[in-house]
């Protein structure tokens, strides 16, 4: 992996001080060079598994001033994504999307349907602003990967993000669901080698980008799997990071 560009799509900044310097030596120990970062730690892993097994929502909103503060420092290698929470951030997001370089909707920690009217105002502002989605589904009505797909074809001009290749790490049939819809792509973070696997034969090696969900994945793990997949260069070359780039505005489309 060491001659390929990596740019990994999904990586988090914690509250804690000095998280940036943590992720940038764990970029720089698994030679990942750029991560588009967004705001973690918003809840503890007890909360975030009971909320995406039963439901609710909680009220911690992300610290995406922080987020930008810690990237604008970074030498260009930390990329900002607004995390926002639909029932209070648009406004938020409208004012500040263009100091961001994407969007990121979770309905596990903020308990919003993506049919809710406030997303498709956030998604609207998204499209305004030229940035990718990224969005991870659950198995409830309303957020579930064909409630994605309903969502991007209201909004063609938008690229979303299927986080996690799908909601389980073994969503074979979300993949054949958001195979046909262009304006999807897949991120390979937490997912099954298999799946991932399975997400480039079906999408194509032009849909798929790489993500390793630091702190809570080591990204020598994700790139370990990466490895796995058996890519040719060129197609290695833009999973690992071509397409990510792409997607960002960091190279032409």
Known sequence: MSA?????????LGPAPGAAATLLAAMDGAGIGRAAVCAGGLVGLDQLSKLIVDGGRAEAGADNEGVHRACAGSGGRLL?????????????????????????????????????????ALTAVAAAAGHPVYVVCLGRAGTRTA??????RRFPAVIFVHGHCGFT???????????????IVVETSGCFTAIARLAVARLGPGRVVFGTEFPLQDPRVELAKLAA????PDH?????????????GEVAA
């Not at 790490?169 to 262009?182: K, N, R």
């Not at 997949?229 to 040719?232: E, K, M, R, T």
């Not at 290695?236 to 960002?248: D, E």
């Open 169 to 183: 790490g073994l969503d074979a049939d979300g993949l054949a669901l958001v195979a046909a819809q262009p304006n």
């Open 80 to 120: 900002p994504f607004f995390f926002a929470d639909p029932a209070r951030d648009v406004r938020a997001y409208a004012a500040a999307a263009t100091r961001f370089r994407g969007l990121e909707l979770s309905p596990a920690v903020h308990g919003f349907r993506f049919d809710d009217p406030a997303v498709a």
């Open 147 to 152: 409630d994605l797909v309903a969502l991007a």
């Open 4 to 12: 390929v560009a990596v740019l990994d799509f999904h990586a988090r």
């Open 236 to 248: 290695l070359a833009m999973v690992a990071g071509g397409n990510a780039a792409r997607l960002l």
């Open 229 to 232: 997949l058996g890519l040719g």
